[in-house]
Nanobody, 116 residues
Framework: EVQLVEFGGGLVQPGGSLRLSCGASGFTFSSYSMSWVRQAPGKGLEWVSAIDSGGGITSYADSVKGRFTISRDNAKNTLYLQMNSLKPEDTAVYYC???WGPGGSRGQGTQVTVSS
């Protein structure tokens, strides 16, 4: 059974930083691309970023490009999202997802709130 557990969210001021982590189990993590997606209050699911199985290819939504960095540690079965220069519009529940894109299995999410 695929299990994904996100953590690292919280309340941060505009311009601040957070690092999200996602622990994976129940599948061969190193064989799969992984993604981060988010859902803001009252809005649909938005794809944020993706990384290939080896960590050498990454992609970002225009809204986060230059501010967010996705990475992974296959030895630790862990996916990361470093978020810098956070804006109020980044407020959302953040999920990691198996695969490239928003359609794969997701965890329960971690809340990120950007507010002064």
């Amino acid at each position: 059974e695929v299990q994904l557990v996100e953590f690292g969210g919280g309340l941060v001021q505009p311009g601040g930083s957070l690092r999200l982590s996602c622990g994976a189990s129940g599948f061969t993590f190193s064989s799969y691309s992984m993604s981060w997606v988010r859902q803001a209050p009252g809005k649909g699911l938005e794809w944020v970023s993706a990384i290939d199985s080896g960590g050498g290819i990454t992609s970002y939504a225009d809204s986060v490009k230059g501010r967010f960095t996705i990475s992974r540690d296959n030895a630790k079965n862990t996916l990361y999202l470093q978020m810098n220069s956070l804006k109020p519009e980044d407020t959302a529940v953040y999920y990691c997802a198996k695969g490239w894109g928003p359609g794969g299995s997701r965890g329960q999410g971690t809340q990120v709130t950007v507010s002064s």
